[in-house]
């Protein structure tokens, strides 16, 4: 009987689990029988060209009170949904989260203007008399998808570059309004645009602000391609090394695989894979399980692996 087992391993590699006598190294948990066994395995990428953009952005209201907070919410979320509906979204994809409450001291913003007076009052400068009075604050999630029926990676990148520019012309989320803000708000978001200068700031999404996801389905034919192809890789690898112990690859005893994403993770990329990942996660809710998804407008990779492990004889 196989008993499956999960292991974080990406790249095709081989470990030979022997007797104490002889042995390469063992992971715990890898043998799957009383005699000497060999682990490997192998992985495949598969990338597509997407076929729709998802948008997902965090609605904001906020106000002296609970009521006005939401208040205007429910204002921005109704001009919100008439408006990417008029953009072309399909209409059975706008879709509004239920509000949560950000106010006070447990939104990150705020957080994050404390831990700044604290910086500034540790390195003796002047600290605003009256720190700024917290607001109630509160946000919905929208999210919206646009099919894409472009031919070529040119038609691609032209047709959702007239889409991404005229949503955030719309400005759903009210991050380009003007606001008034007090000399105290004044002075520490002046501190707070040096520290994020100097990299000092932390990373995450931005109340208002747009995101876009770009999505390709797996389907059923082409994950069981890549996991078939995956697992000639991984029992390739197993009796490569059972030769080179002088073994011949016995009965099967532990099968699994796991898959996800495939992203560029370096530079400035780095924040744009982790809001990716946070957007994809809070996306995904009820949307297929194939799902692979990228944060521009190209092919998106997904990676297949999968773990094996055989007896030896």
Not at 26 to 44: E, I, R, T, W
Not at 291 to 309: D, K, N, T, W, Y
Request: net charge negative; with cysteine.
């Amino acid at each position: 009987m196989l008993r499956c087992r999960l292991f974080a391993a990406l790249s095709t590699a081989a470990v030979l689990v022997l007797s104490p006598a002889f042995s390469f190294g063992q992971l715990p948990g890898m043998s799957g029988g009383s005699g000497p066994s060999v682990a490997a395995n192998g992985s495949v990428t598969v990338k597509l060209k997407p076929s729709m953009v998802r948008l997902v952005i965090q609605l904001p209201g906020k106000g002296k009170t609970m009521e006005e907070a939401l208040a205007q919410l429910t204002d921005r979320r109704d001009a919100a949904r008439l408006k990417v509906a008029e953009l072309g979204a399909s209409k059975e994809t706008i879709v509004t989260a239920d509000p949560v409450s950000i106010d006070g001291a447990s939104s990150d913003q705020q957080r994050q203007m404390q831990r700044m007076l604290v910086q500034m009052r540790a390195q003796g400068r002047r600290v605003p008399a009256k720190p700024p009075a917290p607001s109630i604050a509160v946000q919905s999630t929208l999210s919206a998808e646009w099919q894409l029926t472009a031919k070529t990676p040119d038609e691609l990148l032209t047709s959702t570059h007239k889409l991404e520019d005229a949503i955030r012309k719309a400005d759903l989320g009210g991050a380009n309004q003007p606001q008034e803000p007090t000399p105290e708000e004044q002075e520490v978001a002046e501190e707070m645009e040096n520290a994020d200068m100097y990299g000092m700031s932390e990373e995450g999404l931005k109340p208002g602000e747009p995101q876009f996801l770009y999505v390709a389905r797996l389907s059923d034919d082409q994950r069981q391609k890549a996991l078939a192809d995956a697992f000639a890789k991984a029992k390739a690898e197993a009796r490569q090394l059972a030769t080179a112990a002088g073994a011949q690859l016995g009965d099967l005893i532990s099968l699994s695989s796991m898959s996800s994403p495939v992203n560029d993770m370096s530079g400035n990329n780095y924040r744009q894979y982790a809001q990716m990942m946070y957007l994809q996660q809070m996306a995904n809710e009820g949307q297929i399980e194939n799902e692979i998804a990228g944060p521009q407008p190209g092919l998106v990779s997904f990676r297949i692996a999968v773990m094996v492990e055989f007896q030896l004889k």
